[in-house]
Structures are given as C-alpha cells and as structure tokens.
C-alpha cells in the first residue's frame, strides 16, 4: 500500500511537472564553433542547436539553424567550447557515494547511467531512480539493476564475518536454478530494469578468487530465460575467462570488467551481440594505492594482481568491437576513464563514443540520448578546450543541460545571456 500510495504521488506530481513545463516551455537556440557528432566520431565546426522544450528540434550549421535566433529565443552561446551529447555511465553503485547520490555524476557531464546493482535488500537506488524521474531529486536519468546474485562464499556475498558470527542468509543467495528463478523475479517484481549476475569471483572482497567461474552456466541461463521473458536485460560481472565464456554463451547482454578476457571471448562476444563495460581505471588506481590507505589489504593485493592481465584482454576487446563506458568507482574519479580507455588503445574520439552513443546503445536507449540529434532529449554538454585532440579536456565540463533545462553553466566570461 505504501509503495502504491508512493507511486500514485509520483505519477500526480509528474503531471504538475509536466504541465508546469508546457506552460513555461521556451526555445534555447545554442551557438557553438565545435560540435562532436557522435554517430559519425566527425568534429563539426560552426553549429548550432534548437530545443524546443526538452527535445533537440533541429541541429546542424549556424547559417541555417541560427536563423530561428529572435527576441522569443534564448541564445546560449558556446563558442570557443567543445560541445557533445550528455556523457553515459554504464556501471555505477549510486548508494555507495556518500557524498551525494546523485548530483556528482551531473556535475561531470553524466545526465544517464545505469546503476550495476546494490546491496541494500530494501532497493534505494530504485527509489532514487523513480525520485529522479517525477522531478523530486536532480539528478541523471537511471536504469539500474536491483540485488546482484552470487553464490554462497562467492563476489557478492555481503557476510564475510567469522562463522560463529554468520548474519541470516540473504535472499539474494543463489546456490542453484531455483533459487536464481526466484531472485529474478523478486528483483523484477520491485522494478528492477536490469538483472545482475555474478559469473566469477571478483576483487573488492576478501574471499573470492577472480580466476573462478561461480554461477553455473545453466543458473545464468535461466536469469536470461525468466529476464528477457520479462523485457528485461542481464549483466554479469565477469573477471576470468570461464566466466566470462559461460555468461556469453547463456546470453547475458553484457559483462562487466572482462578482466581477462581473451581471443576465444572476445570472438565469442562479439558473434553474440554481447558488450562489454571494461571499467578501467578503478582496478589501475587500486593497483597503485598504497597499504596506508585504509582499504582492504586483500582487494588491494587482488588488483595488483589482476592489473597485469587488463591490457592484454582489453586488446581483445578492441579488436572485435565491443565497448561501452563504465566507471564501478566513486563519482569524482568519472574524467579518468576517458584517459585510461584512451592509454588502452582508443582513439579520444572512440573513448567519446563509447561514452554516447554506444552506451545507449548498449542501455536499449538510443532512440533518445547518445548523440545530438533532431528528436532526440536534449542532454548536452560543453567542456573547455577539445578532447578529440586532448581527452584530458573532459576533466573541464562547464555547461550541461539535462533533457533542456540547464544542470551547470560555468563559462568563460559568462558567454550565455537571455
């Protein structure tokens, strides 16, 4: 009752969003000298941008698209910036940034992402992405994951304490097919979007070994089955290569980190339709922590192991085409992926569209964001100076705007005005 009650308020107050907006609704026409067209990876020179609401109505050369620039226009003036289509994180844990749950990845240019899964048994971050949605939070559009699935002992598995002080067994437990039939549709029955499916052991716990397949192929089998029965989609976090090769041949629609990753896979993924969301930088910036810090010995001592592996397996990756952007850290960390897909082997304009348009892509929503395009939500975003040439320029977002309203605007001299 409480959650129907929840949601009925919800859907009353979209509906007063939405009639707000329609009435204050106005024409943003955007001017701007460099536009990155993510479908095609081509830098634009001279551009400009017209929404009308929360939508992009027309795109393409100032001498044309500027034309509708009049007393009823707002004009946003981005020259001397690099504008591209609101950024896609495709693996973040929103309940474990304590700082903000939400405001940090907008901030960075980030106006989507996908939640890979928590641990919260009462489903928080499902609740923040439907807070998000009927206009009670800012923050970025979500889809997300509910409750990741492991094995009893396995990545996942929240009780690492002493047996004699073992916590009750947590639904999310998933020893056999049965027990994953009924954590799919648990998750499914309290909204989640994506199913998240533990194929191997992992590296931020201390009992896991990467190396080990953990769910069996027949469990992750049925998690697709009784997932895409319902519409929805499946991830697997994957480190080794069994894993990982039996989490593509159930049917996942992507795998997490790919670790280690290697030629057989990669064809294996590539032939299967299946994505991958590499998450570079965290396990490189693990690696480099020294034992002060206060982290996990055991994970710390894991990630200096695994690091050794990555580069070879993300080469795989790239040869068969197969990437989407993914962080898996804190939010702040978000510009260093760029830098470290780039130091992988992708060009900075390949790390752009890994960010954009294959991300959506890869979230099943790129009828609405990914790229800027006529029809499309206007999520648009501007950084000084210009990643294709140098991608340490992400770390500069000064303008974004979130299906049309305007998120930030930091520019230089203030180049906006009514």
């Known amino acids: 009752m409480i959650y129907r009650a929840f949601l009925i308020l919800s859907l009353v107050i979209t509906a007063n969003l939405a009639s707000a907006a329609a009435a204050t609704k106005e024409l943003i026409l955007i001017k701007t000298s460099r536009l990155i067209d993510a479908r095609t ?32 226009v707002r004009v946003v003036d981005l020259s001397g910036l690099t504008v591209l289509p609101g950024l896609i994180d495709c693996h973040a844990h929103v309940l474990g940034n304590l700082k903000d749950l939400s405001q940090s990845w ?3 240019g980030f106006t989507t992402l996908r939640d890979a899964g928590e641990s919260d048994l009462a489903y928080g971050q499902l609740a923040l992405r439907d807070s998000i949605r009927a206009g009670l939070i800012k923050g970025p ?28 067994r947590r639904p999310n437990l998933t020893d056999s097919v049965d027990d994953i039939s009924a954590a799919v549709r648990h998750d499914i029955k309290y909204g989640a979007d994506w199913i998240k499916v533990i194929a191997t052991g992992g590296i931020s716990d201390p009992i896991s070994d990467f190396n080990v397949q953990e769910l069996s192929e027949e469990q992750m089998r049925r998690a697709v089955e009784v997932a895409h029965r319902a519409h929805k989609l499946v991830m697997a976090h994957a480190e080794g290569a069994d894993g990982i090769k039996a989490a593509v041949r159930a049917g996942v629609d992507s795998i997490e980190h790919g670790t280690l990753l290697d030629e057989e896979g990669a064809t294996l993924m590539e032939k299967q339709g299946t994505w991958l969301v590499p998450t570079l930088s965290v396990i490189q910036r693990y690696a480099a922590i020294g034992n002060p810090s206060g982290l996990d010995p055991v994970a710390l001592e894991k990630s200096r ?6 580069s070879d397996a993300f080469q795989h990756a ?34 752009l569209q890994a960010a954009t348009i294959h991300a959506s892509e890869l979230l099943r929503l790129s009828d609405e964001i990914g790229s ?12 000084s100076g210009d990643p294709t040439q140098d ?7 000064v303008f974004v705007m979130k299906r049309g309203e305007i998120i930030k605007q930091q520019l230089p001299a203030d180049k906006s005005h009514p």
């Open 305 to 310: 192991m695994i690091v050794k592996y990555q």
């Open 141 to 168: 559009r979500m889809v997300s994951a509910g409750n990741y699935f492991p094995v009893t002992g396995g990545h996942g598995d929240a009780d690492v304490l002493a047996a004699d002080q073992a916590l009750a």
């Open 41 to 72: 990876g081509k830098l634009l020179t001279d551009q400009a941008i017209l929404i009308d609401g929360n939508k992009i109505a027309a795109v393409g050369p100032s001498s044309r698209v500027g034309q509708h620039g009049s007393d009823t």
């Open 372 to 383: 800027i395009e006529a029809g499309k939500f206007a999520d648009i975003i501007a950084v």
């Open 318 to 351: 790239l040869k068969h085409h197969i990437r989407a952007f993914g962080l898996d850290d804190d939010p702040d960390f978000l510009p260093k992926e760029f830098p470290a897909m780039v130091k992988g082997g992708l060009t900075p304009i390949e790390a």
């Open 391 to 397: 991608i340490s320029a992400m770390e500069n977002v």
């Open 106 to 108: 907008l901030d960075h």
